[in-house]
């Protein structure tokens, strides 16, 4: 099955500042890489979705670019705000279902 | 449109004890699944369905028994409850497939003790 590996696990920003985050997947049919966000006590949602036509997609200050050869795929946030802070789980699929990452708690400073 | 519901919300069992976790979707989804989030580990797939009246195990689905005997409903069971299953449950649902938006229910917190 699918395997999903996320980068860092915590990650603190200034505002302002830019964040990235990392996913590795194992399964070379993997070809939809959604990501979700989840602010505390609260449930997951899409931000962003890319597939694997595609090297780069952009949504105002998100981005999400894809390496199909090196199999990684990686969230940016750029201009943090207060609002950005949240975990941000990264997923693969090749089939019926998708393999979450661990996720990552991302804290933008003020 | 209430999107996904869950119900309950929040429950504490006793090891051994029995209970049904209900979701319900009103968006005409064919794909509906359950996970359970536990600190540390992302959004785990127990059971998954991809259509009224079939089901699937997922990645963890031990312990869990899971019907979809109506499209809109997906219910996932416990039947002797163990503290392992002490987590937050969330169930979601999809048009078509993995490969689209999965849209979560609120999450259920159940607590075995």
């Known amino acids: 099955g699918e395997n999903v590996e996320q980068h860092p696990s915590t990650l603190s920003v200034q505002e302002g500042d830019s964040a990235v985050i990392k996913c590795t997947y194992s399964d070379s049919a993997s070809n939809y890489f959604p990501w979700y966000k989840q602010e505390l006590g609260k449930r997951p949602q899409l931000i962003i979705d890319?597939?694997?036509?595609?090297g780069e997609k952009k949504d105002q200050r998100i981005a999400v670019t894809l390496n199909k050869t090196a199999k990684h795929f990686s969230l940016h946030i750029t201009e943090t705000q207060p609002e950005d802070s949240a975990v941000y789980f990264c997923a693969a699929t090749s089939d019926y279902k998708l393999s979450f990452g661990a996720g990552t708690t991302v804290t933008v400073r003020a | 449109n209430a999107g996904v519901t869950q119900t309950p919300k929040f429950r504490v069992l006793k090891t051994g004890q029995s209970m049904t976790l209900l979701c319900a979707q009103d968006?005409?989804?064919?794909?509906m699944y359950w996970y359970r989030q536990d600190p540390g580990m992302g959004l785990r797939l127990i059971h998954y369905?991809?259509?009224?009246?079939?089901?699937a195990k997922g990645e963890v689905p031990d312990g869990y028994n899971v019907s979809r005997l109506k499209k809109q409903n997906f219910l996932l069971g416990l039947e002797s409850a163990a503290p392992s299953q002490t987590s937050v449950y969330f169930c979601?649902?999809?048009?078509?497939?993995?490969?689209?938006?999965?849209?979560f229910g609120p999450g259920t917190r159940l607590l075995v003790l």
């Open positions: 968006m005409n989804h064919e794909y």
């Open positions: 979601a649902s999809s048009y078509s497939g993995a490969r689209e938006t999965q849209y």
């Open positions: 890319i597939r694997s036509n595609v």
């Open positions: 369905s991809v259509g009224e009246g079939t089901t």
